[in-house]
């Protein structure tokens, strides 16, 4: 484990910071009248790197003047570790840069945060084993529960791109198709049963149109995202067979604003669960290529104070993305920059760490109570859900930044 790399950014040097000099992830913001930028979080702060790339300070091809991250990820692993060093040398503790790059800091609490990457594709799994587990018992059968392909192929199908939002975006509640068993015939109204889904996502950087090896796909992943997969329960469990989850899916996907590169988190790269079965030789991975990041998911209804109802750690994953990413293209499936992979729900063994309100409240049979004494089954219109992740060092943490999403009333049915 390294250590906290120091900044004259001083708020960089906290332990609570998110966003210490070893973080350095990659977002877009704007302030009042300015149209978006990239920028680097530092401590409090946002280092502006359009203005240093105008200032010639920065030399990446105009990529970081593009108000999105699409262009710069296309210029290649080689270029994305030179930026890296740069920045960690320009901010350093000692660094003569100081007088230059003090300008171009923007305070947080100034700046408004967009999408930081345009989603060319989006690809969502289904890893986690307790997660397949708990949703197969309440879904299928408890003694069945586990697909018989699930230990050998990392399960998953074709999102929206379009669905995919920032941070802050509000999230109306779904209209769709339901059908109850106990219920007679369908109806169409909003969703009964709308449940966030604790995620990570993966940012390819590297485009393939072939085949890639498990170690190549893990260096193609320029970063990740804290992801909420948002999902309509009583939709998805009417149309799921035999093509998988569609409409229940399709409301909206929130990340975090920041992308932490694959970089910063390479101290914290550990081992998931032990394989229960050999997986085939293309799955092969060499090294470990999970992180150790612990993860929490807060609600908060309207008006009111939050309550941490989740406490999961990515480590939990029996899929790596990277093999998500190596069988994806074991088809000779395209890769464009820009595509994302859902990691799958990220559940743990332990009740509290079922990374879903469909599993934390069994089906809707074991409502949570809240710190504020109301209970929850599912997401009520006006809660607000915060997704949080961090990556402990020794004295310094990797945050990502909060994936925030309040959920707003359905719209009213037309015909
Ligand atoms: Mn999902």
Not at 41 to 62: K, P, Y
């Amino acid at each position: 484990m390294t250590d906290l790399k120091r900044s004259w950014v001083e708020s960089a040097n906290s332990a609570e910071t998110q966003f210490p000099l070893n973080n350095l992830p990659y977002g877009v913001f704007s302030t009042e009248g300015g149209s978006p930028r990239c920028g680097t979080a530092i401590g409090d702060q946002i280092l502006d790197l359009a203005a240093l790339e105008e200032a010639g300070v920065l030399s990446f091809a105009g990529t970081l003047k593009t108000g999105s991250w699409n262009a710069f990820m296309a210029l290649g692993k080689p270029e994305w570790d030179r930026l890296r060093a740069e920045l960690t040398t320009l901010l350093a503790e000692g660094s003569d840069a100081e007088a230059t790059l003090s300008a171009h800091l923007v305070a947080q609490s100034d700046a408004t945060l967009h999408m930081p990457f345009s989603v060319t594709e989006y690809t969502d799994f289904y890893a986690a084993r307790h997660h397949a587990f708990n949703v197969g018992s309440m879904f299928r059968d408890p003694e069945n529960a586990l697909p018989p392909n699930w230990l050998h192929i990392p399960i998953g199908y074709n999102g929206r791109a379009s669905s995919v939002v920032v941070s802050g975006t509000p999230v109306i509640r779904p209209n769709g198709q339901t059908k109850a068993p106990t219920e007679e015939a369908p109806k169409f109204g909003p969703s009964q049963r709308f449940d966030i889904e604790l995620e990570m996502g993966a940012i390819v950087g590297t485009p393939s149109n072939g085949p890639i090896t498990v170690s190549e796909a893990f260096d193609a992943i320029f970063g990740y995202v804290l992801m909420n997969d948002w999902s309509a329960r009583d939709i998805q469990a009417w149309e799921y067979q035999p093509l998988g989850p569609f409409q229940s899916k399709a409301t909206a996907t929130t990340i975090s604003p920041w992308i932490v590169t694959a970089a910063a988190l390479e101290p914290f790269r550990t081992t998931g669960p032990e394989r229960e079965k050999p997986l085939l030789d293309y799955l092969f991975e060499p090294k470990p290529m999970i992180y150790d990041i612990d993860l929490e998911v807060t609600l908060a209804p309207e008006g009111k104070d939050e309550t941490v109802i989740i406490r999961s750690n990515y480590n939990n994953m029996y899929y790596s993305a990277a093999q998500q990413l190596a069988h994806h293209t074991s088809s000779g499936c395209p890769m464009r920059v820009g595509d994302m992979l859902g990691s799958g729900t990220i559940s743990g063994p332990e009740k509290g760490s079922r990374g879903s309100l469909l599993e934390m409240s069994w089906g809707g049979k074991e409502p949570l109570t809240l710190d504020t004494g109301e209970t929850r089954s599912f997401v009520e219109d006006g809660d607000t859900l915060t997704l949080k992740g961090a990556a402990h060092g020794d004295g310094y943490k990797i945050g990502f930044g909060e994936c925030v999403g309040k959920v707003l009333p359905a719209r009213p049915v037309t015909n």
